[in-house]
C-alpha cells in the first residue's frame, strides 16, 4: 500500500519524470538571467529616483511605477526559483537539504519579500528607506551566493 509520502513523491514525479534532472537547472539558469537583469534595472530606476528627489521632472511618476512593477516581477521571479527548486529536490531525493544551496535560497527569498515591505515605509517612517537599501544590498551578496551554490549542484548532474 502507497503511503501519504509516497504519493505526494508521485504527484511530484508527474513534473520530474523527464528524461532527466537537467530540466530543474534549465529553468533555474534562465529565471536566475531574468532575475539578475531585472535587479540590475531595479538599480538604474532606483538611481534615477534619487537624483532628482526633491525635484519633479515629468518621468519621475513613470520610473517609479516601473520600479515598483520590476520590484513584483523580481519577488515573482524568486518565488518561481524556490518553487521549481524545491518540487523538483522533493521529486529526485523525497527530502530537502542536501547542500548549502537550501539556505542561500530561503535566504533570498526572505529577502526579496522583506525588500518589498519595506519599500512600504520609505514615504511613512524614517527608516524606511535606509532599511530598503540595505535589504537590497544583501540581496546582491545573496544572489551571488545562490549563483554559486546552485551552479555546483548543477555539477552532479552533467554528464562527466
Ligand atoms: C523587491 C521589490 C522592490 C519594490 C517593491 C521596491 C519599491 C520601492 C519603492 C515604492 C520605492 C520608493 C520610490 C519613491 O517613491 O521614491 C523604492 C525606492 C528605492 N528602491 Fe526599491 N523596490 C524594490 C526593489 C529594489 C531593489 C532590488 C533595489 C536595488 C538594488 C532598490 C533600490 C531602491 C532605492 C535605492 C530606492 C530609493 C530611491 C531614492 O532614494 O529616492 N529597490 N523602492
Ligand atoms: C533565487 C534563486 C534560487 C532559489 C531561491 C533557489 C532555491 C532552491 C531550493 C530551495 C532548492 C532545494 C535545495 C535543497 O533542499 O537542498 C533548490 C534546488 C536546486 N537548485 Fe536552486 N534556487 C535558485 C537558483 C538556482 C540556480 C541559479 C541554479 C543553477 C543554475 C539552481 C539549481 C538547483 C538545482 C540543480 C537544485 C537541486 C538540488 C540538489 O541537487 O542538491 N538553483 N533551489
Do not use: C
Request: charged residues 10%.
Amino acid at each position: 500500500m502507497e503511503t501519504a509520502h509516497e504519493n505526494g513523491v508521485f504527484l511530484v514525479g508527474a513534473f520530474v519524470d523527464l528524461p532527466s534532472f537537467i530540466w530543474l537547472w534549465r529553468i533555474a539558469a534562465w529565471a536566475m538571467g531574468f532575475t539578475v537583469f531585472t535587479y540590475g534595472l531595479q538599480v538604474v530606476t532606483a538611481l534615477s529616483l534619487r537624483l532628482v528627489r526633491g525635484q519633479r521632472p515629468r518621468w519621475v511618476p513613470w520610473v517609479r511605477s516601473l520600479h515598483i512593477a520590476l520590484g513584483l516581477v523580481l519577488i515573482a521571479l524568486v518565488l518561481l526559483l524556490v518553487t521549481v527548486g524545491i518540487i523538483g529536490t522533493l521529486g529526485h531525493y523525497g527530502s530537502l537539504g542536501h547542500s548549502s544551496h537550501l539556505v542561500a535560497g530561503l535566504g533570498v527569498v526572505t529577502l526579496v519579500l522583506l525588500s518589498g515591505l519595506s519599500a512600504t515605509q520609505i514615504h511613512r517612517t524614517s527608516w524606511g528607506r535606509p532599511l530598503h537599501l540595505g535589504l537590497n544590498g544583501i540581496l546582491l551578496i545573496a544572489l551571488a551566493w545562490v549563483s554559486w551554490t546552485g551552479w555546483q549542484v548543477v555539477q552532479k548532474y552533467l554528464p562527466s
